[in-house]
Every structure is written in structure tokens, then in C-alpha cells.
């Protein structure tokens, strides 16, 4: 099951290569924006090409693997939902089925659904019970008058749990006041129907039953209600009895009890119910524990598992690099070439100086083998073109240009030294929140600056970020790798009929094809924020169509669910990853502005009620 919409081609940009893989052959590992030198101990990064990994990956490493998108390139063809999709050769996706994702993003939610479950099954068993004693009532001695009073409760009772079975079959429905009254309803008339039978008599058990169900339920609130309205009723009609205001109607009576027994007995039930309650409470308290400790273990194995996965990339990467190259000690324009840095399917990245000023640089080129596949040509005038447009701080500063004399097409760019914000979230999972405002800021800049150039990056990820540093000052965020932008307003491109980019950080619109403007670029570091935030992608899923179908029509997991942030940050990121552009902020710095206040929580009113609109139509995964 993929997206409806055109058919298209899925490109994923994680190497500087083009190599179209039918679904069943994604493989290979995590991009880095830009290539690791390891060499001195430390780490240094440069614009660079990825070093490819040309052999098959292990099947435990294959197709996106913990919801990272790490294959070369996958093509897949568009699909209503619930069909199948092939590609090539290739053997064809499998229909995804959403119940194989896990449908409980908390432990409150796991609890819910176990809450609507139960109640569910009640009903059916009130609707059993009311029957089998309304037919027990015509053969049972006793006072009709009472008889009729008990078919009246029975009636009352069995419209409770008519509408507790309705209200119970959808998740939406069981909520909100009616829910309370179908509750209270019930335990009146039960309550009352236990009257027949005898205050006293084993009959009490199902107004146990009662309280104890409610009281493992998430409502405190009601719980209390049901209890008061169970012990008080029970109560009440033991005091008229005790104290001879009324004879006990009841078929198993206590008209032979003395005064004291009748106390003593009264004591006891009221001990028992409110035994009940409190027991229901705390084994609540104690399941929530339990499951939210097992929730943790399960998402700090995750965590693990995909920063060892990266970790493993990284290191097969690092093997790669270095030494020397087909064009190691040849200048090129102004720039003599060193050992390699980086290396792509389509081209190489080498350590070089200005020849003049020994100026470190990184000169990316396309090897002359590239340049007879015109995809791979295009890509790179792309990115040179880009270059030449674009200049800000905050992306990746151009030196030089290769013109027509030079022997293969190269662009030198400035050598940069840091780690990318995929490696920096390997280090530290969660960045803090100055760390991310000033992320956000920063590349926000970069990304208005490439709009007003008229590009449109549609491969911002945490590889693609990298933190540099400076002569002199802080290191700032810059943006690489416009290998795969668009020009606003350009039809045809070189991924015409092609969905670009990596999944989990890919904009709706962008993964169905459409055009996409630098609103996606806006997404994209939404969804990179959301990771820094949270510590957690804001997609999974066990292929690439399960996770696009999750991006298109889904929204992730709660923040506030997954880490100590004011609620705040969900209404932000309520609405910068809105699934329409129209309802996503409208720049780069509304974005920047949104995440600071929210993180401080001081996000306007304003704001806060649009994204309480926006969640109506599309809820946060374990939202309430």
C-alpha cells in the first residue's frame, strides 16, 4: 500500500549516486551530509559525496530498518491503498496492513483502548445477566410489587448497557458526559434491583463488580461518582432497615437479625466496597507503571539498535575514505587535490588548497565515467547552478566553479570542520532547547535564503545539517547538499516523475508527488526539530510505503508523550507539520519564533487554538 495520487518514481536521496532498486533490494545505509575524516583522532567533516556501499547489506540492515531511511534508492509505484506495488524486475511491495504498526503510542493509551475493551464486554454481559434474572424473576416467590420494581430496573439497566455497547465500539464515542451517565444509570439500577433479593444477601457482589470495573478506569472523577452512588444507595436502604423504618422486602431478608448484626454486617459491606475501589486504584497505578517501564525499555532498545545501526554505516563509510585518488595531486582551476574525503557512485570529494593562499578547500567533481548518464550529469549542473545562486552564512560557501576548460566538472567549496546533527544525535539523542531554537533559527535562514533564490532544497534531514565551526566565535548550522533542489516555478526537473527525498522527514505533498514549494523545506525542519526534541523519529514503519502512508495521512506520536516538554511544543508542531501547506507557517522565521515560545511555554493563544483546530482533523498518536 502506497499513496494515492500520479504514479511516481521514489528516489531517496542517501548517496550522491542514482541507483533505482526494485522495493524488495533497499538496502544500504544512512547518508551523511557531509564525509568524515577520522584521521588525528577527531572528527572533520567536509561538503562532501557519500562513500557508496556497493555491496548488499544484511537482511537484519535492509529496508529502512527502525523507520531510518537508508536505502540507496527505491522505486515504487504509486497505489491506491490496500493494493501492491511493483518496480522492474523486481519483486512487488506487500499491502501494508495498518493493524501491524503498533496502535498504542503510551501507556495511557494502552490503557484506554483496555478500558473500552472491558466495557465493551460488560455490556454484553449486563445485557446476559438483565435477561437471565428478568426470566428468573417469573419463577422466584416473592412480592410482585417488588417483582415489578426489579423488571423496571432491569429495563433501566439494560438501556445503560445498550448505549455503554454503543458508545464502547468506537474509540471517538467514549468520552464526554454521556458516558458518565450511562455509568450512574447502571449503578442506580442495580443498585436498586438488589433490593429484591436482600440488602444483605449476595446480591451486593454485582454492585462490587461495579465499583471495582470503574474504578480501574481512567476517570477518577467518575469512579468516585459510581462509588458514592453504589455505597450511598446501599447504604441508605440498610439504614431504613436497621432502624425499623421498613421491613426488608428482600427474598433472602435479615427480619430475624438483631440491631447489632445488622451493623456489624452494614460495616462490613462498606468496608468491602471501599476495598474495592482503593484495591482498583492502585492495581491502575501499578499497571501504568509497569507498562510505562516496559514502553521505556522498548524505546531505549530502539534507540540503541538504530544508533548502532548508524554507528556500523559510519564506521563501513570511514573504511572507504581516504588515500589517494585518480586526480590526487592535480590542480584543478585554482585548487591543487589531495587525498580523498568522500566518494560517490557518481563522483569524489577531495581534501585540496588554493594554490595561491593555501586556503583549505573540499572540491567535489564528477568522474568522467558520470558523465555519460545524464541523470548523474544533471544532478551535479544542478547543484553547481544552486551554488552560484545562493549565498548566505548558513549553507555551504562556494569558491569556485569548473568552467568549460577544466577536464571534468568540479565545484570548491569551503572545507568545513564539525559534525553533522545525525552525528551529534547519535552522541546526545535529545538536544536542548536553546540547541534547538538556535537550529531552527539558523537553518531557517538558510532555507529562506535558497527560497528567495528560488530553490527548494527537498532533502533536509540531520545528515544534510552541519554544525561548523569558526575562526573565531560559536559554530553555526549550515545546510549542505542541494544536489537534488528544485527551482520554484520549474516543471521537468532531472527527477521528473520522481518522489524525492527521505521519508521520515518528507513533506505530505512532497511524498505524493505534488508540487512543493519552500513550505516542504519548513516541514522538513519541523520534523528534524520534532527528533531533536523528543529524541525519536517522527515516523516508523517496517518498509517504505507503510511510512509514507504514516507521513501522508498520520500524525506522529504526541512530544508531550515522549519527553518532560511543555504542551505548548505539541501546538507548535501541531501546525508546522500540518499535513497542508496552507496551515503550516508561512516562514522560516514564524517557525524559529513558534519553537522558542513554545519551548518556553509562552506560545499565544492565537496559535494555540489553531492547533487545537488542526488536531481535530488530524490528532496526535496517543492524544486524548
Request: glycine letters at 10%; aromatic letters at 6%; charged letters at 20%.
Amino acid at each position: 500500500m502506497v499513496l494515492p495520487g500520479r504514479s511516481s518514481t521514489l528516489l531517496f536521496e542517501n548517496e550522491d549516486s542514482t541507483a533505482a532498486l526494485p522495493p524488495a533490494a533497499q538496502d544500504g545505509g544512512d547518508d551523511d551530509g557531509a564525509t568524515r575524516d577520522t584521521g588525528g583522532g577527531g572528527q572533520e567533516n567536509s561538503s562532501a559525496e557519500r562513500a557508496p556501499t556497493d555491496r548488499a547489506a544484511p537482511p537484519a540492515r535492509r529496508a529502512f530498518d527502525g523507520g531510518h531511511a537508508r536505502g540507496r534508492r527505491a522505486t515504487s509505484s504509486a497505489h491506491p491503498p490496500g493494493s501492491t506495488s511493483s518496480s522492474g524486475s523486481g519483486p512487488g511491495v506487500a499491502a501494508i496492513s495498518l493493524a501491524d504498526e503498533s496502535r498504542f503510542s503510551s501507556a495511557l493509551d494502552a490503557l484506554r483502548h483496555d478500558e473500552i475493551r472491558r466495557s465493551k464486554l460488560l455490556a454484553r454481559f449486563g445485557l446476559l445477566m438483565g435477561a437471565a434474572v428478568a426470566v428468573a424473576l417469573l419463577f422466584l416467590p416473592g412480592d410482585w410489587a417488588m417483582k415489578r420494581f426489579t423488571f423496571g430496573a432491569i429495563a433501566v439497566a439494560s438501556i445503560g448497557n445498550l448505549w455503554l455497547y454503543y458508545l464502547s465500539s468506537r474509540v471517538d464515542r467514549f468520552v464526554g458526559r454521556y458516558l458518565a451517565i450511562v455509568w450512574v444509570m447502571n449503578s442506580v439500577a442495580v443498585s436498586a434491583g438488589v433490593l429484591y433479593f436482600g440488602i444483605f444477601s449476595a446480591g451486593s457482589i454485582v454492585v462490587l463488580l461495579g465499583i471495582y470495573f470503574l474504578a480501574l478506569g481512567e476517570s477518577l472523577c467518575l469512579a468516585v461518582i459510581v462509588y458514592l452512588a453504589c455505597a450511598g444507595i446501599q447504604g441508605a436502604w440498610a439504614a431504613l432497615i436497621i432502624f425499623g423504618v421498613v421491613q426488608d422486602p428482600g427474598l433472602v431478608h435479615s427480619n430475624d437479625l438483631s440491631r447489632d448484626v445488622l451493623l456489624l454486617l452494614e460495616g462490613l459491606i462498606q468496608l468491602v466496597l471501599i476495598a474495592a475501589f482503593v484495591m482498583a486504584r492502585a492495581s491502575r497505578r501499578a499497571t501504568l507503571s509497569a507498562v510505562t517501564d516496559y514502553e521505556r525499555v522498548v524505546r531505549a532498545l530502539a534507540q540503541r539498535e538504530a544508533l548502532l545501526t548508524e554507528a556500523r554505516q559510519d564506521l563501513e563509510r570511514a573504511l572507504q575514505l581516504g588515500g589517494v585518488g585518480r586526480f590526487t595531486g592535480q590542480t584543478l582551476g585554482s585548487f591543487r587535490l589531495g587525498p580523498i574525503l568522500g566518494r560517490g557512485s557518481m563522483g569524489e570529494v577531495y581534501e585540496a588548497v588554493r594554490v595561491s593562499t593555501g586556503e583549505p578547500a573540499a572540491v567535489k567533481l564528477l568522474q568522467p565515467a558520470s558523465m555519460g548518464n545524464p541523470s548523474y550529469l544533471m544532478r551535479f549542473l544542478r547543484e553547481v547552478e544552486v551554488a552560484a545562486t545562493v549565498d548566505v552564512e548558513h549553507v555551504v560557501r562556494v569558491l569556485e566553479i569548473g568552467n568549460a576548460s577544466a577536464p571534468v566538472p568540479y565545484l570548491a567549496m569551503e572545507r568545513l570542520r564539525g559534525q553533522d546533527l545525525a552525528q551529534i544525535l547519535r552522541e546526545e539523542r535529545r538536544l536542548k532547547s536553546a540547541q534547538v531554537v538556535e537550529l531552527v533559527d539558523q537553518a531557517g535562514r538558510g532555507i529562506t535564503a535558497a527560497a528567495e533564490a528560488g530553490v527548494v532544497h527537498r532533502d533536509l534531514k540531520p545528515q544534510n545539517l552541519f554544525f561548523a565551526e569558526q575562526p573565531a566565535g560559536r559554530p553555526i548550522w549550515k545546510i549542505l547538499d542541494f544536489g537534488v533542489s528544485k527551482l520554484l516555478g520549474e516543471r521537468g526537473t532531472l527527477t521528473q516523475g520522481q518522489v524525492v527525498g527521505t521519508p521520515v522527514y518528507m513533506a505530505p505533498e512532497q511524498a505524493q508527488g505534488l508540487d512543493v514549494d519552500q513550505r516542504a523545506d519548513l516541514y522538513a525542519l519541523a520534523a528534524i526539530a520534532y527528533r531533536c526534541v523528543t529524541g525519536h523519529l517522527p515516523f516508523r514503519g517496517k518498509d517504505v510505503p507503510s511510512i509514507m502512508y504514516h507521513v501522508v495521512y498520520k500524525m506522529p506520536t504526541r512530544p508531550s508523550a515522549l519527553c518532560d516538554v511543555h504542551d505548548d511544543v505539541d501546538h507548535a508542531l501541531q501546525i508546522a507539520m500540518a499535513k497542508s501547506p496552507a496551515d503550516r507557517f508561512p516562514s522560516a522565521h514564524h517557525l524559529a519564533r513558534a519553537i522558542d515560545d513554545a519551548l518556553h511555554g509562552r506560545l499565544s493563544e492565537e496559535l494555540r487554538a489553531r492547533a487545537r483546530d488542526l488536531a481535530r482533523a488530524h490528532p496526535w498518536r496517543g492524544a486524548p
